[in-house]
């Protein structure tokens, strides 16, 4: 097969339904390292004209038989991905059995062998790597398994659905037999067999079905599992409660591997985890990880009706299952802990990842049309802009229409395979609203900017706001139109405590909005809430935004108002080639903050923050990056002289309490973490740093003194970090944390550093979490060393990316991300990118996931 056939991207446009169906899909596995045999049987009927093609990758095909008979090569077609029945008839049968070598795939997709456990990854196209099939989500079947093993090997084979039966072979083997009845397509295929621990509990659901809960972890882990399986009944609980969805399966299996290219996988009945989302304890996991664990158990739990129940026509539908349930989760995590908290992280992430991708060479709406490499697809676009577009939804029909809408959509479309318009028809349907313009979110790249102009007339009490939007073009698309998007406003009157909100719904390029029976200027707070996943241009004075700070209702609000504060200041500085000065005016709020934290204190964390480098850089065309640097550790060292005394008393106010992970611990842990990355930077900053590392009875705590002391460059950084790689050399999941810090040093040292971690016993290339532990870490969060003007961070990134392409494509090209949007930088940098992709581009043999980012950045 030559480049130019292999290289050849779907469209959606393009999209034909399958010219046959697979009603019945039986698959027999006799497990082997290096010859695994799989038997499928598949019963199939014509649904429309066509030939009968079947994808297939990496494959060696056995035997080939239609409705009992053999088939020779001149009944079928055989290229590198694909099997073509030359007379399938109308109906039939077809026997196809494949051999497979799961202990050289180290692409993780499909069958793989790792760490002596055998695991399926078939989302989105991995199936074919199995056998040959209908590999398309629109092609659902009943699965039946029989997993074929040594069962002294291998004690637990399983597979989605119930099991029906085991049997002891003639030849000492065990079968295990599954049987799912609920119709699926491939990619929600599951397999696992391995040694592992086992976790079992029982959830009763609203309406008295018993469910067996199994989590299967490695061994010894058990007593790390625990929280997993409470987040999961949580899900379960809030799930009924909230939208009415109950689980509909005997039982809800678990499994948690190390080797994974993701966070975790909705296999129906059989979920596949990343350890790292599984595993934890008050002793090795933070705050941050407790969090991700109950998110990402519900995010795969409440696939369960939104994805494996209703599910998605073709790939380029992917957001109608991500953004829907990415959105449940956020509902679910707010519901769980601070709803102001989970509101500005949501928004963090698509403030810097996902507007980095719009102005990216990847840019690509929710609904991408176009597509090479699908694994290519699974982005904070799709992922998290969509569900901001669901979020829209739910501000513009309210929480009853929306609720009225979901349901509408599951009971119309259950058991099938639909697009996002079915989605917005059922929310239109169950609703009344007219959403034809709403549909635009779905097929419009690019982030939206908004303008706001304010005027107030005294004289006849009555207040104009005008906005404007204008959607940029992007690299995949040049007409924009304008979106109809909610925006939530609040006015703010001069008596303090009084205040009117308001939601505006602006659907044209220009539109004013009127309020009459004004009786003086308000203050107004926009886009409460973020309500529109857009970038809002204002005329603020820096004081109306501390009193925003200060007095707005919304606390994301609150928040924001601050975030624009430190923006505009900076932008000033940076204009001006000059350092930022501390307004006085910020001072005495921060020792205001300090002084009497507000009731929220996670809040007062959060107010109390710079913006990060990666929120400021999406605020410039050409990110000027050495100046935002030398501005956020020039602020941060002011700040901290500046109040000095106001963050030690504010430290020392609170007594650290007994590990909890619950919403008053993790805010307390939060504002003493706030003070000690500023008093890192003080006189004493060695001494508050070691002593907070030497008390912490918690992950959260001993990593919050590792990085201040990382940031500020203390002495004892190396020797407080040598001592945690001691402590924990035995636990791999906070040896990926160890990986990171050392991967974030902020100096030269980072090149010998990370070329000696590579070399670490607990390294492997093969292992997706232990590379992103290092060099995701180290391009992603280490801007002062993979930005070096001198491209010695840019040419490491590009080496690595060449060394794993072969190994793990998925991997590689994720990695690839940061080098693609070289035109955001100066003409130094720009050059050095420039080239670099080039040569990567000018590499024989390369991925489809590689090939297509790289060529998509260069002109
Ligand atoms: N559907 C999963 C994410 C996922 C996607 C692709 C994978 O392998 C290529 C693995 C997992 C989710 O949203 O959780
Ligand atoms: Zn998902």
């Given at each position: 097969m030559t480049a130019a056939t292999i290289r050849q991207p779907k469209r959606l446009a393009d999209y034909q339904p399958p010219s046959f169906l697979v009603s019945k899909t039986d698959l027999s596995f006799e497990l082997d390292p290096t010859a695994t045999r799989v038997s499928a049987t598949l019963t199939f009927q014509r649904n429309g004209a066509g030939i009968m093609i079947l994808d297939g990758q990496q494959?060696?095909?056995?035997?080939?038989?239609?409705?009992?008979?053999?088939?020779?090569?001149?009944?079928?077609?055989?290229?590198?991905?694909?099997?073509?029945?030359?007379?399938?008839?109308?109906?039939?049968?077809?026997?196809?059995?494949?051999?497979?070598?799961?202990?050289?795939?180290?692409?993780?997709?499909?069958?793989?062998?790792?760490?002596?456990?055998?695991?399926?990854?078939?989302?989105?196209?991995?199936?074919?790597?199995?056998?040959?099939?209908?590999?398309r989500p629109d092609v659902l079947a009943v699965f039946t398994t029989t997993i074929i093993a040594d069962s002294?090997?291998?004690?637990?084979?399983?597979?989605?659905?119930?099991?029906?039966?085991?049997?002891?072979?003639?030849?000492?083997?065990?079968?295990?037999?599954?049987?799912?009845?609920?119709?699926?397509?491939?990619?929600?295929?599951?397999?696992?067999?391995?040694?592992?621990?086992?976790?079992?509990?029982?959830?009763?659901?609203?309406?008295?079905?018993?469910?067996?809960?199994?989590?299967?972890?490695?061994?010894?882990a058990l007593s790390r599992s625990h929280f997993a399986m409470a987040a999961l009944k949580r899900a379960m609980h809030w799930d009924e409660q909230r939208?009415?969805?109950?689980?509909?399966?005997?039982?809800?299996?678990v499994v948690a591997v190390d080797f994974f290219n993701m966070g975790a996988m909705e296999n129906k009945g059989l979920n596949v985890f990343n350890s790292k989302y599984v595993l934890a304890d008050d002793s090795s996991a933070t705050d941050q990880d407790y969090f991700n664990i109950e998110s990402i158990i519900g995010h795969e739990y409440f696939h369960n009706w939104t994805g494996n129940r209703v599910t998605c026509r073709d790939w380029f539908q992917l957001s109608l299952k991500e953004g829907l349930t990415v959105f449940r989760d956020q509902e679910f995590?707010?519901?769980?802990?601070?709803?102001?908290?989970?509101?500005?992280?949501?928004?963090?992430?698509?403030?810097?990842?996902?507007?980095?991708?719009?102005?990216?060479?990847?840019?690509?709406?929710?609904?991408?049309?176009?597509v090479l490499e699908m694994n290519n697809f699974y982005t904070v676009t799709v992922y998290d802009k969509g569900a901001e577009v669901i979020r829209m939804l739910q501000t513009i029909l309210g929480k009853t229409g929306f609720n009225a809408g979901l349901k509408c959509y599951l009971d119309r479309h259950d058991g099938q395979a639909v697009t996002c318009d079915d989605f917005v028809q059922a929310m239109q349907d169950a609703t009344g609203q007219d959403l034809t313009q709403f549909r635009r979110w779905y097929s419009q790249s690019g982030t939206p900017e908004v303008k706001v102009q304010e005027h107030y007339d005294a004289t006849s009490a009555r207040l104009t706001l005008k906005l404007h939007q204008h959607t940029p073009v992007t690299a995949d698309q040049t007409i924009k139109q304008p979106l109809l998007m909610p925006m939530r406003i609040e006015l703010l009157f001069s008596n303090a405590g009084s205040?009117?909100?308001?939601?505006?719904?602006?659907?044209?390029?220009?539109?004013?909005?009127?309020?009459?029976?004004?009786?003086?200027?308000?203050?107004?707070?926009?886009?409460?809430?973020?309500?529109?996943?857009?970038?809002?241009?204002?005329?603020?004075q820096p004081e109306q935004l501390l009193l925003i700070a200060g007095r707005a209702t919304n606390g994301f609000a609150r928040w924001d108002a601050m975030q624009q504060y430190w923006s505009l200041l900076i932008s000033k500085a940076v204009t001006g080639g000059l350092l930022p000065q501390l307004p006085a005016e910020l001072v005495s709020?921060?020792?205001q903050l300090l002084q009497q934290p507000l009731a929220d204190i996670a809040l007062t964390a959060e107010l109390l923050a710079l913006p990060d480098f990666d929120t400021l850089a999406e605020q410039y065309t050409e990110i000027p990056v050495d100046a935002l640097l030398s501005c956020l550790a020039h602020l941060t060292q002011q700040l901290a002289e500046a109040l000095a005394i106001e963050l030690t008393a504010c430290y020392q106010r609170f007594?650290?309490?007994?590990?909890?992970?619950?919403?008053?611990?993790?805010?307390?842990?939060?504002?003493?973490?706030?003070?000690?990355?500023?008093?890192?930077?003080?006189?004493?900053?060695?001494?508050?740093?070691?002593?907070?590392?030497?008390?912490?009875?918690?992950?959260?705590?001993?990593?919050?003194?590792?990085?201040?002391?990382?940031?500020?460059?203390?002495?004892?950084?190396?020797?407080?970090?040598?001592?945690?790689a001691k402590r924990y050399q035995h636990n791999v999941q906070v040896m990926d944390k160890y990986f990171s810090l050392v991967a974030t040093t902020p100096n030269d040292a980072v090149f010998t550093h990370l070329d000696r971690l590579t070399q670490h016993s607990l390294f492997s290339w093969k292992n997706p979490n232990r590379v992103r532990a290092v060099f995701g870490a180290f391009s992603q969060r280490n801007a002062k060393q993979f930005h070096r003007a001198d491209g010695r961070g840019y040419q490491l990134l590009a080496q690595i990316v060449t060394k794993l392409d072969p190994i793990n494509p998925q991997l590689a090209a994720r990695?690839?991300?940061?080098?693609?949007?070289?035109?955001?930088?100066?003409?130094?940098?720009?050059?050095?990118?420039?080239?670099?992709?080039?040569?990567?581009?000018?590499?024989?043999?390369?991925?489809?996931?590689?090939?297509?980012?790289?060529?998509?950045?260069?002109?």
């Open positions: 494959l060696k095909l056995i035997s080939l038989r239609l409705n009992g008979q053999m088939l020779t090569d001149k009944d079928y077609r055989l290229t590198e991905d694909s099997l073509e029945i030359v007379k399938p008839g109308n109906s039939g049968v077809l026997e196809i059995v494949t051999e497979l070598n799961p202990d050289q795939n180290s692409a993780l997709e499909g069958l793989y062998l790792a760490e002596g456990v055998y695991c399926t990854q078939c989302e989105a196209e991995g199936f074919r790597r199995i056998t040959y099939y209908p590999d002294s090997q291998l004690p637990f084979l399983l597979s989605n659905g119930n099991k029906v039966s085991e049997t002891l072979l003639s030849d000492g083997r065990t079968a295990v037999k599954w049987h799912d009845p609920f119709p699926k397509p491939a990619y929600l295929f599951a397999l696992v067999a391995g040694d592992f621990d086992c976790l079992t509990d029982a959830y009763v659901t609203a309406s008295g079905r018993q469910v067996s809960l199994e989590f299967y972890v490695q061994k010894g939208f009415g969805l109950e689980y509909d399966l005997d039982r809800y299996m995590s707010a519901d769980m802990g601070s709803a102001t908290l989970n509101r500005i992280e949501a928004v963090k992430l698509i403030r810097t990842a996902q507007f980095a991708e719009d102005a990216s060479p990847m840019a690509h709406p929710i609904r991408p049309e176009q205040s009117m909100r308001q939601l505006l719904l602006l659907s044209n390029e220009e539109q004013e909005f009127q309020f009459d029976g004004i009786h003086e200027q308000p203050l107004i707070v926009w886009l409460e809430d973020f309500s529109a996943p857009v970038k809002l241009s204002t005329h603020y709020l921060f020792k007594d650290s309490i007994a590990y909890h992970y619950n919403e008053q611990g993790v805010a307390l842990r939060a504002l003493k973490g706030r003070c000690l990355h500023y008093l890192a930077f003080t006189n004493e900053g060695e001494h508050w740093v070691n002593q907070h590392y030497r008390q912490a009875d918690n992950m959260t705590d001993q990593l919050t003194a590792l990085k201040a002391a990382q940031y500020a460059e203390l002495a004892t950084s190396n020797s407080l970090l040598e001592d945690f990695l690839l991300t940061p080098l693609l949007s070289w035109q955001r930088y100066d003409q130094q940098r720009q050059h050095l990118l420039a080239g670099l992709l080039k040569a990567l581009a000018a590499q024989a043999s390369l991925s489809n996931d590689v090939f297509e980012k790289v060529s998509k950045s260069l002109p």
